[in-house]
Protein backbone atom coordinates (compact mmCIF):
# COMPACT_ATOMS: atom_id res chain seq x y z
CA UNK A 1 0.00 0.00 0.00
CA UNK A 2 1.28 3.59 -1.13
CA UNK A 3 1.95 6.13 1.25
CA UNK A 4 0.05 9.28 1.59
CA UNK A 5 2.97 11.06 0.20
CA UNK A 6 3.36 9.11 -2.44
CA UNK A 7 -0.04 8.54 -3.49
CA UNK A 8 -0.71 12.30 -3.60
CA UNK A 9 2.81 12.83 -5.78
CA UNK A 10 1.32 9.97 -8.13
CA UNK A 11 -1.94 12.09 -8.77
CA UNK A 12 0.53 15.58 -9.22
CA UNK A 13 2.50 14.02 -11.81
CA UNK A 14 -0.18 15.01 -14.69
CA UNK A 15 -0.29 11.43 -15.95
CA UNK A 16 -2.70 9.50 -16.78
CA UNK A 17 -3.56 5.51 -17.61
CA UNK A 18 -6.39 4.72 -20.42
CA UNK A 19 -7.20 0.96 -19.95
CA UNK A 20 -8.24 -0.83 -23.01
CA UNK A 21 -10.30 -3.94 -22.49
CA UNK A 22 -11.78 -5.48 -25.30
CA UNK A 23 -14.02 -8.15 -24.49
CA UNK A 24 -15.89 -10.52 -26.12
CA UNK A 25 -18.38 -12.93 -24.12
CA UNK A 26 -16.44 -11.87 -20.69
CA UNK A 27 -20.02 -11.19 -18.64
CA UNK A 28 -18.56 -13.43 -15.80
CA UNK A 29 -14.87 -11.99 -15.78
CA UNK A 30 -15.69 -8.33 -16.16
CA UNK A 31 -17.03 -7.21 -12.85
CA UNK A 32 -13.65 -8.91 -11.36
CA UNK A 33 -11.11 -7.20 -13.56
CA UNK A 34 -12.54 -3.96 -12.81
CA UNK A 35 -13.11 -4.01 -9.30
CA UNK A 36 -9.48 -4.77 -9.51
CA UNK A 37 -8.18 -2.55 -11.99
CA UNK A 38 -9.93 -0.32 -9.57
CA UNK A 39 -8.79 -1.34 -6.78
CA UNK A 40 -4.98 -1.28 -7.31
CA UNK A 41 -5.48 2.06 -9.21
CA UNK A 42 -6.88 3.54 -6.23
CA UNK A 43 -4.46 2.31 -4.02
CA UNK A 44 -1.19 3.52 -6.51
CA UNK A 45 -2.85 7.24 -7.32
CA UNK A 46 -2.57 7.13 -10.51
CA UNK A 47 -5.23 8.88 -12.37
CA UNK A 48 -7.17 6.37 -15.01
CA UNK A 49 -10.20 5.22 -16.68
CA UNK A 50 -11.55 2.09 -18.33
CA UNK A 51 -12.52 1.81 -22.01
CA UNK A 52 -14.90 -1.16 -22.36
CA UNK A 53 -14.73 -2.13 -25.97
CA UNK A 54 -17.37 -4.78 -26.57
CA UNK A 55 -17.72 -6.32 -29.92
CA UNK A 56 -21.57 -7.50 -29.62
CA UNK A 57 -21.18 -10.23 -27.02
CA UNK A 58 -24.20 -12.27 -26.59
CA UNK A 59 -23.44 -13.05 -23.59
CA UNK A 60 -24.50 -9.82 -22.46
CA UNK A 61 -21.15 -8.56 -21.52
CA UNK A 62 -22.68 -4.69 -21.91
CA UNK A 63 -25.01 -4.68 -20.41
CA UNK A 64 -22.75 -6.03 -17.33
CA UNK A 65 -20.41 -3.15 -18.13
CA UNK A 66 -23.42 -0.74 -18.10
CA UNK A 67 -23.76 -1.84 -14.41
CA UNK A 68 -20.53 -1.31 -13.42
CA UNK A 69 -20.36 2.17 -15.27
CA UNK A 70 -23.46 3.50 -12.50
CA UNK A 71 -21.09 1.84 -9.58
CA UNK A 72 -17.94 3.06 -10.64
CA UNK A 73 -19.13 6.15 -12.79
CA UNK A 74 -18.86 7.22 -16.35
CA UNK A 75 -15.93 9.14 -15.80
CA UNK A 76 -13.76 6.33 -14.78
CA UNK A 77 -15.87 3.17 -17.18
CA UNK A 78 -16.42 4.56 -20.96
CA UNK A 79 -18.29 2.06 -22.84
CA UNK A 80 -17.34 2.01 -26.45
CA UNK A 81 -18.80 -1.04 -27.97
CA UNK A 82 -18.73 -2.18 -32.12
CA UNK A 83 -21.55 -3.50 -33.26
CA UNK A 84 -19.37 -7.07 -34.11
CA UNK A 85 -16.20 -9.04 -33.84
CA UNK A 86 -13.86 -6.90 -36.07
CA UNK A 87 -10.49 -8.05 -34.05
CA UNK A 88 -8.07 -6.75 -31.91
CA UNK A 89 -6.20 -4.24 -33.43
CA UNK A 90 -9.27 -2.24 -34.72
CA UNK A 91 -10.13 -2.49 -30.67
CA UNK A 92 -7.37 -0.35 -30.09
CA UNK A 93 -7.53 1.63 -32.74
CA UNK A 94 -11.20 2.81 -31.30
CA UNK A 95 -10.36 2.46 -27.90
CA UNK A 96 -7.95 4.64 -28.40
CA UNK A 97 -10.19 7.35 -30.34
CA UNK A 98 -11.43 7.71 -26.99
CA UNK A 99 -9.02 7.31 -24.59
CA UNK A 100 -7.75 10.95 -22.86
CA UNK A 101 -4.67 9.28 -20.62
CA UNK A 102 -1.20 9.81 -22.31
CA UNK A 103 -0.72 6.34 -21.54
CA UNK A 104 -2.33 3.43 -22.74
CA UNK A 105 -2.67 -0.08 -21.03
CA UNK A 106 -3.19 -2.92 -23.47
CA UNK A 107 -4.53 -6.27 -21.32
CA UNK A 108 -7.04 -9.44 -21.49
CA UNK A 109 -10.43 -9.03 -19.74
CA UNK A 110 -10.31 -12.74 -19.07
CA UNK A 111 -8.48 -12.14 -15.25
CA UNK A 112 -5.25 -14.10 -17.14
CA UNK A 113 -3.58 -10.62 -16.64
CA UNK A 114 -3.14 -9.34 -12.95
CA UNK A 115 -3.92 -5.65 -12.73
CA UNK A 116 -1.52 -5.61 -9.67
CA UNK A 117 1.57 -5.76 -12.00
CA UNK A 118 0.29 -2.47 -13.44
CA UNK A 119 1.74 -0.53 -10.94
CA UNK A 120 5.28 -2.00 -12.02
CA UNK A 121 4.98 -1.53 -15.47
CA UNK A 122 4.39 2.55 -14.38
CA UNK A 123 7.55 2.21 -11.87
CA UNK A 124 9.47 0.46 -15.07
CA UNK A 125 8.49 2.98 -17.71
CA UNK A 126 9.48 6.01 -15.31
CA UNK A 127 12.98 4.40 -14.25
CA UNK A 128 14.30 4.67 -18.37
CA UNK A 129 11.32 6.72 -19.62
CA UNK A 130 10.45 3.59 -21.92
CA UNK A 131 8.27 4.06 -25.07
CA UNK A 132 6.89 0.91 -23.82
CA UNK A 133 6.53 -2.03 -21.05
CA UNK A 134 5.85 -5.37 -21.57
CA UNK A 135 5.24 -8.14 -19.67
CA UNK A 136 6.80 -11.50 -19.69
CA UNK A 137 6.18 -14.81 -18.80
CA UNK A 138 9.86 -15.66 -19.76
CA UNK A 139 11.77 -13.75 -17.41
CA UNK A 140 12.71 -13.33 -13.79
CA UNK A 141 9.83 -14.69 -11.48
CA UNK A 142 7.29 -14.62 -14.54
CA UNK A 143 5.42 -17.57 -15.26
CA UNK A 144 2.36 -19.15 -16.54
CA UNK A 145 -0.09 -21.08 -14.23
CA UNK A 146 -3.39 -23.31 -15.85
CA UNK A 147 -2.43 -24.35 -19.23
CA UNK A 148 -1.38 -27.92 -20.39
CA UNK A 149 2.27 -28.91 -21.92
CA UNK A 150 0.67 -28.36 -25.42
CA UNK A 151 -0.47 -24.80 -24.79
CA UNK A 152 3.00 -24.18 -22.85
CA UNK A 153 5.03 -26.70 -25.37
CA UNK A 154 3.12 -24.29 -28.59
CA UNK A 155 3.85 -20.43 -26.21
CA UNK A 156 7.48 -21.52 -25.97
CA UNK A 157 8.03 -22.65 -29.40
CA UNK A 158 6.54 -19.87 -30.79
CA UNK A 159 8.42 -17.50 -28.74
CA UNK A 160 12.01 -19.30 -29.44
CA UNK A 161 11.03 -19.29 -33.57
CA UNK A 162 10.22 -15.64 -33.31
CA UNK A 163 13.37 -14.90 -31.17
CA UNK A 164 15.93 -16.81 -33.67
CA UNK A 165 13.91 -15.55 -37.40
CA UNK A 166 13.60 -11.86 -35.69
CA UNK A 167 15.65 -10.81 -32.75
CA UNK A 168 13.11 -8.30 -31.36
CA UNK A 169 15.03 -7.00 -28.73
CA UNK A 170 12.49 -8.94 -26.21
CA UNK A 171 11.89 -12.21 -24.21
CA UNK A 172 7.88 -12.54 -24.65
CA UNK A 173 6.17 -11.53 -28.06
CA UNK A 174 2.82 -13.19 -27.78
CA UNK A 175 1.64 -11.59 -25.00
CA UNK A 176 -0.60 -8.65 -24.53
CA UNK A 177 -0.28 -7.08 -21.58
CA UNK A 178 1.49 -4.23 -22.18
CA UNK A 179 2.05 -0.01 -21.51
CA UNK A 180 2.51 1.99 -23.96
CA UNK A 181 3.13 6.01 -24.35
CA UNK A 182 0.12 6.80 -26.45
CA UNK A 183 2.07 8.52 -29.47
CA UNK A 184 4.07 5.86 -29.83
CA UNK A 185 0.62 3.18 -29.46
CA UNK A 186 -0.60 5.57 -32.22
CA UNK A 187 2.20 5.27 -34.49
CA UNK A 188 2.88 1.48 -34.30
CA UNK A 189 -0.94 0.48 -34.57
CA UNK A 190 -0.97 2.53 -37.98
CA UNK A 191 1.84 0.42 -39.45
CA UNK A 192 0.61 -3.07 -37.78
CA UNK A 193 -1.07 -5.21 -40.40
CA UNK A 194 -1.40 -8.61 -38.56
CA UNK A 195 -4.52 -10.28 -37.06
CA UNK A 196 -5.13 -12.49 -34.28
CA UNK A 197 -1.68 -13.61 -32.26
CA UNK A 198 0.42 -12.33 -34.43
CA UNK A 199 -0.40 -8.44 -34.33
CA UNK A 200 0.90 -8.73 -30.74
CA UNK A 201 4.19 -9.96 -31.99
CA UNK A 202 4.35 -7.55 -35.06
CA UNK A 203 4.13 -4.46 -32.38
CA UNK A 204 7.19 -5.70 -30.55
CA UNK A 205 9.03 -5.88 -33.98
CA UNK A 206 7.77 -2.50 -35.40
CA UNK A 207 8.89 -0.71 -32.17
CA UNK A 208 12.24 -2.29 -32.58
CA UNK A 209 12.32 -0.81 -36.15
CA UNK A 210 11.27 2.31 -35.49
CA UNK A 211 13.58 2.43 -32.28
CA UNK A 212 11.35 2.67 -29.30
CA UNK A 213 12.94 1.69 -26.21
CA UNK A 214 10.99 -1.27 -24.56
CA UNK A 215 10.99 -2.02 -21.15
CA UNK A 216 9.71 -5.54 -19.03
CA UNK A 217 8.50 -6.89 -16.08
CA UNK A 218 7.88 -10.02 -14.98
CA UNK A 219 4.50 -11.32 -14.86
CA UNK A 220 2.28 -14.35 -13.53
CA UNK A 221 -0.32 -15.32 -17.08
CA UNK A 222 -2.96 -17.47 -15.69
CA UNK A 223 -5.36 -19.24 -17.71
CA UNK A 224 -8.71 -17.74 -17.70
CA UNK A 225 -10.97 -18.55 -15.31
CA UNK A 226 -14.34 -18.27 -16.75
CA UNK A 227 -15.25 -18.89 -20.31
CA UNK A 228 -13.41 -21.01 -23.03
CA UNK A 229 -10.21 -20.25 -24.74
CA UNK A 230 -9.52 -18.88 -27.71
CA UNK A 231 -6.68 -20.94 -28.69
CA UNK A 232 -6.54 -23.32 -31.77
CA UNK A 233 -5.35 -25.33 -34.98
CA UNK A 234 -6.50 -21.85 -36.75
CA UNK A 235 -4.54 -19.58 -34.66
CA UNK A 236 -1.56 -22.16 -34.63
CA UNK A 237 -1.44 -21.72 -38.16
CA UNK A 238 -2.28 -18.37 -38.70
CA UNK A 239 0.72 -17.58 -36.19
CA UNK A 240 3.13 -19.30 -38.36
CA UNK A 241 1.75 -17.93 -41.46
CA UNK A 242 1.95 -14.27 -40.17
CA UNK A 243 5.81 -15.00 -38.78
CA UNK A 244 7.12 -15.70 -41.96
CA UNK A 245 5.37 -12.84 -43.50
CA UNK A 246 6.92 -10.79 -40.80
CA UNK A 247 10.33 -12.08 -41.87
CA UNK A 248 10.28 -11.89 -45.48
CA UNK A 249 9.33 -7.75 -44.45
CA UNK A 250 11.22 -6.72 -41.70
Not at 85 to 99: D, F, N, P, Q, V
Not at 122 to 142: A, N, P
Not at 170 to 186: C, M, P, W
Request: hydrophobic share 35%; with cysteine; aromatic share 10%.
Amino acid sequence: MASRKSLQANRANGDKYSVLLPTYNERENLPLIVWLLVKYFGESGYDYEIIVIDDGSPDGTLEVAKQLQKIYGDDKILLRPRATKLGLGTAYIHGMKHATGNFIVIMDADLSHHPKFIPQFIKKQKEGDYDLVSGTRYQGSGGVYGWDLRRKLISRGANFLTQVLLRPGASDLTGSFRLYKKKVLESLVERCVSKGYVFQMEMIVRARQLNYTVGEVPISFVDRVYGESKLGGNEIVSFVKGLLTLFATT
